[in-house]
Every structure is written in structure tokens, then in C-alpha cells.
């Protein structure tokens, strides 16, 4: 097995071992406005990329596209599929690696992806297979959570401890959440590039509520605290509070933390 199928399979591993379906569900705002923005029309090709349980997928479809949704987890697209049936809608479901799409080239109409192709290790090669399988004239929507922001914060933290083999260094995940890291991968090769940064907000009864729900709920989180001891994870679940309550605008007690996302919508060069 080679070094990238070695971590594929821990990927999988880590993304199958918990139900992160239930923070899915609350980004479906975020998906929703994507898809509006990108103007998706019933009857496009689309394809979300690291569709995780399907939210950009679902979005897409409610609009009447044709739509496929490809993550490198069964899992996931397993649960994307049961929402998708409960809704009455249909999609197509393909396994497959941000890095290594299965996919002809030009196959796609628009390709989406929402906090999925930013965790491709290989950012240039993440961003060739996006545009590799749009038309030319077609349009790229991606979305990510800003270096700065609480979500980067978050991931930023968990980075040195996640238990994953080793990996060639380069820029972390959230440099996806730059305007000009992006406009660096996809150069002269999209006609056009728009970048805005917008909020979502994590809503709980508390901090420590949240945090709770992303330790029980956020794969690569409870990945790492199953490795650690007790004193250990009393300190991560601190830090992960810390962080929640250093974003927090609510003022009664709850939590409303705000995360800053960029969201960059591309038109493929003819």
C-alpha cells in the first residue's frame, strides 16, 4: 500500500468511526447560498467535490440540477443518499479522492465544494482535478473557512495532533480561505474569480455545549481524544471552549459563534 492509499484508508477510518451528520445539518445555510450564487439551473451537470453528507449536493438538486455527489468515505455518501431519499430527491454517488477525481475530463457543468476539496493534501493537485473536470465555460463554487477565523482556529489547533501518517509539509487547509492562495492555484486558467467572506454562525445553549458536540461529532476531533489521557482531554475540551467563547456575540449566557468563510466562484477559461 502506498503512502497516499495509507492515508486514505485512515481517513476513512477516522470520517466512518462517528455520526458527523449532526454538524452537517447545521451548514445548510451555507450551502444554500452557494448554490444560489453560482446561479445553479435545473437540468446543469453538477458535481459536489468532498461532499461529506451532501449538503452542497442536496442544494443543488432542490434547484432541479443533475446532480452527482463523490467523497472518499462510503459513509458519508451513504447518509447523503438516505437525506437525499427522504426529500424525493435524486442523485448520483461516486468514491472518490479530491486528488484523483473518477471522472472524464469537461464532465461537469459546475463543481462544487463546501469545507471538502480544502483538506486535499496536494492544493495545485486539488485544484487541476477541479478544473480538469469542468467545462471550459463553466463554473467553480468553492467555500472555506478562513485561516483566522474560529473554524481555522479549531482546525489549526487539532492539526499537530491529528493521528495521521506522514504527509509531504505544505500550506495548511485554511490558505484555501485566501483569495490570493486561490487565485495562485487556478491562475489564468478561470476567466474570472469573486471572493467574498461571509459568517456562519455555531449556535448552543453554551460553549462547552458546542464543544461537547464536536468532540462527540467532529471526526478528526474525536480521533484525537480517543488518544488522549484524562488530564489531557480535560484540556483540550478548555482550549476548545476558550475558542468558542473568544467568538461568541451572544450576551445571555449562550453561545453564537461566529466563523468567517470565504466563498470564491470561478468561470472556467474557454
Keep these: 500500500m502506498t503512502t497516499g492509499q495509507d492515508m486514505n484508508a485512515r481517513i476513512r477510518a477516522i470520517w466512518s468511526a462517528v455520526d458527523y451528520n449532526p454538524i452537517a445539518t ?14 445553479v439551473h435545473a437540468g ?17 438538486a432542490r434547484r432541479g440540477a443533475l446532480v452527482t455527489a463523490s467523497d472518499l468515505v462510503p459513509a458519508n455518501l451513504a447518509r447523503a443518499a438516505g437525506r437525499a431519499e427522504v426529500e424525493g430527491l ?17 464532465s461537469f457543468d459546475v463543481v462544487l465544494s463546501t469545507f471538502g476539496a480544502m483538506y486535499g493534501p496536494d492544493h495545485q ?30 482546525q489549526a489547533s487539532n492539526a499537530a495532533n491529528l ?11 485554511s490558505r484555501w480561505g485566501t483569495e490570493q492562495h486561490c487565485r495562485e492555484l487556478f491562475g489564468a486558467r478561470v476567466a474570472t474569480l469573486t471572493a467574498t467572506v461571509r459568517s456562519h454562525e455555531f449556535c448552543a445553549p453554551s460553549a462547552l455545549a458546542q464543544a461537547e458536540m464536536f468532540r ?19 484540556l483540550l475540551l478548555e ?3 476558550g475558542l468558542f467563547e473568544r467568538f461568541n456575540v451572544a450576551t445571555d449566557g449562550t453561545l453564537v459563534g461566529v466563523s468567517d468563510y470565504l466563498e470564491v466562484i470561478m468561470t472556467v477559461a474557454g
Design 216 to 234: 462527540e461529532h467532529l471526526p478528526p476531533l474525536n480521533a484525537i481524544y480517543r488518544t488522549l489521557g484524562q488530564d489531557e482531554r480535560r
Design 44 to 60: 446543469e451537470r453538477v458535481l459536489d467535490v468532498a461532499a461529506g453528507t451532501g449538503n452542497t449536493a442536496l442544494a443543488a
Design 239 to 241: 482550549r476548545l471552549v
Design 163 to 173: 493521528p495521521l501518517p506522514p504527509a509531504p509539509v505544505g500550506p495548511p487547509p
Design 90 to 106: 435524486e442523485m448520483s454517488y461516486e468514491v472518490g479522492d479530491v486528488s484523483d477525481l473518477p471522472f472524464e475530463d469537461g
Design 125 to 154: 493537485r486539488t485544484a487541476d482535478e477541479l478544473l480538469r473536470v469542468c467545462r471550459a465555460g463553466g463554473r467553480l463554487g468553492l467555500v472555506s473557512w478562513t485561516p483566522d477565523g474560529l473554524a481555522g482556529q479549531i
Design 26 to 39: 447545521r451548514e445548510t445555510l451555507i450551502s444554500e447560498i452557494l448554490v444560489r450564487e453560482i446561479g
